[in-house]
């Protein structure tokens, strides 16, 4: 079994940071892409950063120059330092892994979801 835990969501004024982490856990033999996905009330889920295993990354273009996305490899983390927080950045935020099982099967996990709330 495989499960992605994620922490550091909250509520901040406008301006402010957060921190999210995600770590995934269980029968894992190896991580390919990791990312981090938002859905706000109304709208559908979307990509906000992605990070492959050799550290290649891609952003949505709303969070460019604000978000940075990072991982550590050895603890199976990923991390979405998040600045320069708008309003419109509100969501539950979800973290996503590709991951090869200690069975030899791939497959795509996803966190609980953390919610962040930027007040104006």
């Known amino acids: 079994q495989v499960q992605l835990v994620e922490s550091g969501g909250g509520l901040v004024q406008a301006g402010g940071s957060l921190r999210l982490s995600c770590a995934a856990s269980?029968?894992?033999?190896?991580?390919?892409?990791m990312g981090w996905y938002r859905q706000a009330p109304g709208k559908q889920r979307g990509l906000v950063a992605r990070?492959?295993?050799?550290?290649?990354?891609n952003y949505a273009d709303s969070v460019k120059d604000r978000f940075t996305i990072s991982r550590d490899n050895a603890k199976n983390t990923v991390y979405l330092q998040m600045n320069s927080l708008k309003p419109e950045d509100t969501a539950v935020y979800y973290c996503n892994a590709d991951i090869n099982t200690a069975w030899n099967r791939r497959g795509g996990y996803w966190g609980q979801g953390t919610q962040v709330t930027v007040s104006s």
């Open positions: 990070i492959t295993s050799g550290g290649t990354t």
């Open positions: 269980g029968s894992i033999s190896s991580i390919n892409a």
